[in-house]
């Protein structure tokens, strides 16, 4: 499996991270994007930083996306860090309306739910897939990944990001590794994907690692925006 070693400490258990998650009701049923509901929370409360992870002058503020958004039927938020605090002030505050371009979604319901959820490295292996596209690549690695000719050549190189979002999401959430995060991708195709109108080259994989990454944290680009996440 190939890998990557890193300096760090770690206690004999697992880490715990702590996780923040506002659920929502709404009528009729929620029908936008994740990029429908962050704009809709986020021009509501323009001033929280952690909400969009940004400044007033654009500029990203942490490396590790506080809060996260999830689409569906029932949308959900899901913070962790310096997201958590800020949740729970909109949860108490939220009102009764999404508004997505244009179409107004009645909130009849909230929930907000705090846990902490295992994370790190692991004795056990575990084989992943994709719940959501993964965007591995920026636009260096993306053109790499495009001159590759060998299916093991851009393999390895799908393997040496996940190792290395893992390394960075364990940086934000406070959590030094110790050893070797082992990645082994069995299967993966890629997925066009469109974020803020712009194409993005996405994939789908099955992927076996030493690691235990919670299914609510997305790794890659736009994990704010629920891409990223791998489940069980």
């Not at 999830?70 to 310096?82: D, T």
């Amino acid at each position: 499996m190939s890998g990557r070693h890193t300096e760090a400490v770690v206690g004999d258990s697992l880490f715990k991270a702590r996780v923040a998650i506002l659920t929502m009701v709404t009528r009729p049923d929620f029908a936008g994007t994740t990029q429908d509901l962050r704009l809709a929370v986020t021009g509501q409360w323009k001033d929280r930083d952690a909400l969009h992870g940004h400044g007033q002058d654009g500029r990203s503020l942490y490396r590790l996306p506080p809060v996260r958004y999830l689409g569906g039927k029932e949308p959900r938020i899901v913070a962790v860090g310096q997201g958590i605090e800020q949740l729970q002030e909109i949860y108490h505050s939220l009102g009764t309306q999404l508004r997505v371009r244009g179409r107004v979604f009645r909130v009849i319901a909230t929930e907000l739910t705090e846990k902490t959820v295992d994370f790190g490295l692991d004795d056990t292996l575990y084989e992943y897939k994709t719940v959501t596209p993964w965007l591995a690549l920026n636009q260096e690695k993306y053109h790499r990944y495009i001159r590759m000719g060998v299916a093991a050549e851009r393999r390895a190189l799908l393997e040496s990001v996940f190792v290395g979002n893992l390394l960075a999401l364990s940086k934000g959430l406070g959590y030094t590794v110790e050893g070797r995060i082992m990645a082994k991708i069995h299967q993966w195709s890629e997925q066009d994907v469109t974020v803020k109108d712009v194409p993005v080259l996405g994939f789908r994989a099955r992927i076996t690692t030493n690691f235990i990454l919670p299914v609510e944290l997305g790794i890659g680009k736009h994990a704010a925006l629920g891409f990223g996440r791998f489940k069980v």
